[in-house]
């Protein structure tokens, strides 16, 4: 678009954008017509903890995006190396032997960082096609060791694993399934460790027991010689945050050694501080055979995603076949040199004092997450580090919902908006949380002054009361 008469870039008006944009961009998981009638926020710049749109309205971040940006906006160190590695080399390739510095290091530091074993790095652009590319060398893996028929995948409901055409299977969020033809016939679900809604969700030991008395149950369903894995996030995020008792994990390692099956543990939310230690699996002493990693890994300062895979998975996949075989898989942005140094700066800013503040951060976050449970909404706040989140209901003893005419999510998006912070606003009432780690204290606090509001706002209204037993 050009102006005629000076020959400047003519910029469209602010309305104008978000009119091209209603007629020309897909937004992700998005009713389309919804979308339409919507209208698109135009975010313009970010700061810190806060973004301004392009009207200039300025807004706490509560969520660092798409809980990805856990250093925060406007970090200008790593700016400064995105700028000098695209000047000095903006693009190679890994195919061929072709490498990069960035990426042979960011590779280096991931092994080093994470738990032992996970020594290989495969890097995606994100976490769908990292855990489509587990599935692909899953499936690789069997065949190689002469176990064609070990094919079946089980992962958890509520869970989420990302949107490719294999992956938005193990995800099991009906919006995902719905008109996609999935999950596919290998790709089963067993029950969500989800406390608040569990039967004896007061008791971590029965909660942990029954996770994994389901995935025995279904492994000896579909016969222990024909599952591949069992896969899951160590914090169910887009499901609702559903934060499983402590040890959860580690007895899930232990199932799957117990059924010769293999753990892919997704950490594209828990990973990178978002939980307190630099991955979720620390937490626990535990290490998966495969790992996926996104978000945290680059703050969303650039595309990148990782896939973790264990030693005696790479030797075996190494020795399966004659050395002039390849292993046919590969992206062209594999390893992308911009990306793995904005990779490796964000780290360097994890370990110099975010994780810390993060920390920090995370104390505060918990001590407003127990006041706000008193509230007549709330029936139940979970958190881990800076991963959290507030479960509405309308009846805090028998912990009913609410009706979907109700809309609790698109009123919430509005008002909270309305009152100058972000949060993730689930259908289910449930209100996400994911500040970045460089958070501090006041800032917390306007957080929960803001969302607070927002909740004074909610019930205020006629039917929400109505509505309440
Ligand atoms: C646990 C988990 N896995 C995978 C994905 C997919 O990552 P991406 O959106 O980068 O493809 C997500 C995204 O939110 C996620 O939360």
Redesign the pocket.
Known sequence: MENVLSGAPAFPSNQSLIDIDRRHLIHPVTSFRGHEAHGARVLASGDGMWLTDIDGKRVLDAFAG?WCVNVGYGQESIVAVAAEQMRRLPYATGYFHFGSEPAILLADKLAALAPAGLDHVYFTL???DA?DSAIRYITHYFNAIGKPEKKQFIALEWG????SSNGAGLTALANFHRGFDLPRPWQHHIASPYPYRHPDGQDDCAVVASTVAALEAKVAELGADNVAAFCC?PIQ??GGVIVPPRGWLKAIRAACDRLGILLLV?E??TGFGRTGPMFACDDEGVSPDFM?L??GLTSGYAPM?ALLMADHVYQTIADSAPAALAVGHGFTYSGHPVSAAVGLEVIRLYENGLLDNGLRAGARFAHHLARIREHPLVGDTRERGLLGAIELVSDKRTKAGFGADLDIAGRLSALTWENGVIVRCFANAVIGFAPALCCSESEMDLIFERVERSLDQLLDMPDIRRALG
Not at 160 to 163: D, K, Q, T, V
Request: charged letters at 15%; zero cysteines.
């Open positions: 798409l994100g976490g769908s855990v989420y694993h990302g949107s996030e995020g887009s997704d594209v939310i996926t996104a978000k995603g």
